[in-house]
């Protein structure tokens, strides 16, 4: 069995799409990610991102399987589900993931709330593919498929998110947003999700210049996302959840303050794979 692990973004915008001139070469599409561990596809949120995703495994595969895990629900981590073609087609299935939503009736009634009027014209009983709903409890170790481990915790967010640790073949892949890491200390689980990973993608929406102004919001800065790699080890580090008001030339600048502050470190954007 081949254990090949790789990571490829379709949407890296935090809060809601921004397409546009200013925004061309990092993306405009909100929170999505792909990551392959063998045969298997896994997805990290569904934000706008996820359309073009599911294309692309349509054209791929005539049979379509795949666990896609919600850091949280809020609208731009949630909008690209009604788009996700696989859904639709019959024999293809869905396994979806969401550990912070018992308070609201679970995963499954999040996304009928989604698709439900007059917010959406169908509901999700629409689609013709097979579509499991799995609600677990931030902290829980899963296993979605055999040989693949995913680690999660509970991040610092209004109204909860999850952070994610994918174990395979011998590497970990870590996927954390929407979080506000505090200023006086790391909290423990969360240094332990990252510990050693190999890559870890993170929420990093603004500048430490940008957080006074923020405090509370949820997010964080891409200076504190370095501070947390340098103490947990982590091998490469991936800027992710981009402020929309943050165009080109400001990724640009930001790319090149954290690749100097903490070599190797990266800006996501939309396009880009690694091989881990
Ligand atoms: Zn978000
Ligand atoms: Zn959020």
Known sequence: ??????????????????????????????????????????????????????????????????????????????????????AFVKGNRLRLWAGNLKAAGGVKQTVRKLMSYPLFPIEIEAAQGTIEYND???????????????????????????????????????????????????????LDLVRDASIVVIDTTYTDDELPEHVGWGHSSWQQAVRLANEAGVGKLFLYHHDPEHDDDEMDRIAEAAARMRPGTMVAREGLAIDL
């Open 1 to 86: 069995m081949p254990t090949k692990m790789s990571v490829r973004f379709w949407g890296v915008r935090g809060s809601i799409g921004c397409p546009g001139p200013s925004t061309v070469r990092y993306g405009g599409n909100t929170s999505c990610v792909e990551v392959r561990c063998g045969e298997h596809r896994l997805i990290f949120d569904a934000g706008s991102g996820l359309r073009m995703l599911g294309n692309a495994l349509s054209e791929e595969s005539a049979h379509v399987d795949v666990d896609l895990f919600l850091s949280h629900c809020h609208i731009d981590h949630l909008i690209g589900l009604p788009f996700f073609g696989p």
């Open 136 to 190: 677990f409890t931030p902290g829980d170790v899963l296993t979605p498929r055999p040989g693949i481990k995913v680690m999660t915790t509970a991040l610092n967010h209004p109204g909860g998110a999850t952070g994610y640790r994918v174990e395979y073949g011998g590497r970990a892949m870590v996927y954390i947003t929407d979080t506000e890491l505090s200023g006086d200390g790391v909290d423990p689980a969360l």
